[in-house]
């Protein structure tokens, strides 16, 4: 498949790590944050979500916190595997009536064994 | 449960021409969302459809139309093509307009190489 990860800051880690990654959000007004994973030749998959009155919500091995005061938004992965790689997607939605996201740049994450 | 399907999977076209892209929504989704996903960068959205009619739309031109059908499948149309133009086009498909609480189901897009 093809590469959507070109000119995209990379974290590179080692399997078994804990790995964060970080999103600076724009948008002060958004209530609601979601992280996407993009693996090579495929489209976004959702990981984890939480609304902007909670600061941290956990799931099967991955924690996404909530800073509204800085708008900075991280994913945390623990126990890193080599099927985590893939470019990550922080996309945060206003409650304008309709689910638009907006997408961040994104980050590479690369797990060697 | 059968989730969003995109078709074609690849597609090059020349300058100037026009091109239609469609998608399947997820079984029971009513609502439909294209995005343009350039290389290295996020997807940004086109427009989003509910009940046969666009229901929204990002800062994109004209040229770039769509439908919703009965069936809540869609298509993506775009005319005169440009060489920016070239790109991963996503279709996603969500149960409720306007529910925070529906997140977006992605499918696989079709990458679009205009030359």
């Known amino acids: 498949g093809e590469s959507v990860g070109l000119h995209l800051p990379t974290l590179s880690v080692q399997e078994g790590d804990n790995s964060i990654i970080n999103c600076a959000y724009s948008n002060s007004a958004s209530d609601y944050f979601i992280w996407y994973k993009q693996e090579s030749g495929k489209g976004p998959q959702f990981i984890i979500d939480?609304?902007?009155?909670?600061d941290k919500r956990q799931g099967q091995r991955v924690t996404v916190l909530l800073n509204k005061t800085v708008k900075h938004l991280s994913l945390q992965i623990a126990a890193t595997q080599p099927g985590d790689s893939a470019v990550y997607f922080c996309?945060?939605?206003?409650?304008?009536?309709?689910?638009?996201?907006?997408f961040g740049k994104g980050t590479m994450l690369l797990v060697s064994p | 449960e059968t989730g969003v399907t995109q078709s074609p999977t690849h597609l090059i076209k020349t300058r100037g021409q026009q091109v239609t892209l469609r998608c399947s929504s997820q079984?029971?989704?009513?609502?439909v969302s294209w995005y343009q996903q350039a290389l290295g960068q996020g997807p940004q959205f086109i427009f989003q459809?509910?009940?046969?009619?666009?229901?929204g739309r990002g800062n994109f031109p004209p040229r770039f139309s769509g439908l919703q059908f009965p069936n809540y499948s869609s298509e993506l149309n775009v005319n005169a093509l440009e060489l920016d133009d070239s790109a991963l086009y996503l279709c996603?498909?969500?149960?409720?307009?306007?529910?925070?609480?529906?997140?977006?189901?992605f499918g696989n897009g079709t990458r679009l190489t205009v030359t």
């Open positions: 996603a498909s969500s149960l409720v307009r306007g529910s925070i609480d529906s997140p977006l189901h």
């Open positions: 459809y509910y009940r046969e009619e666009e229901n």
């Open positions: 079984s029971g989704h009513n609502t």
């Open positions: 996309a945060e939605i206003l409650n304008s009536g309709y689910s638009t996201l907006t």
């Open positions: 939480i609304r902007s009155n909670m």
